[in-house]
Nanobody, 122 residues
Framework: QVQLVESGGGSVQAGDSLRLSCVAS????????MAWFRQAPGKEREFAAI????????YYTDSVKGRFAISRDTAKNTVYLQMNSLRPEDTAVYYC???????????????WGQGIQVTVSS
């Protein structure tokens, strides 16, 4: 059973940066895609970014393109989300997820993290 633990969230001002990390334990995720999803208050969960198992392919939702960057360190079973130029509308609980690229694009996953709060003030 893979467990995912996120870290790096917090409260920042608009324009600031944050880096989220997600460490997988209990099993290897080296052959799985990994993703970050987010859920803002009163809204449905949406995916923010996905990275393939090799790291060669990434995919972003339009609202974060050019500002967020997803990366992974396979040796450390870790995925990162570098968030720059943060906006108040980025405020949400961010979730790490693991699965195939295809199911992650369908807002599904084999494993989910518990989520971490990111709050951006104007």
């Amino acid at each position: 059973q893979v467990q995912l633990v996120e870290s790096g969230g917090g409260s920042v001002q608009a324009g600031d940066s944050l880096r989220l990390s997600c460490v997988a334990s209990g099993g290897s995720v080296s052959r799985d895609a990994m993703a970050w999803f987010r859920q803002a208050p009163g809204k449905e969960r949406e995916f923010a970014a996905i990275i393939s198992w090799s790291g060669s392919s990434t995919y972003y939702t339009d609202s974060v393109k050019g500002r967020f960057a997803i990366s992974r360190d396979t040796a450390k079973n870790t995925v990162y989300l570098q968030m720059n130029s943060l906006r108040p509308e980025d405020t949400a609980v961010y979730y790490c997820a693991v699965g195939s690229f295809a199911i992650l694009l369908r807002d599904e996953a084999d494993y989910w993290g518990q989520g971490i709060q990111v709050t951006v003030s104007s």
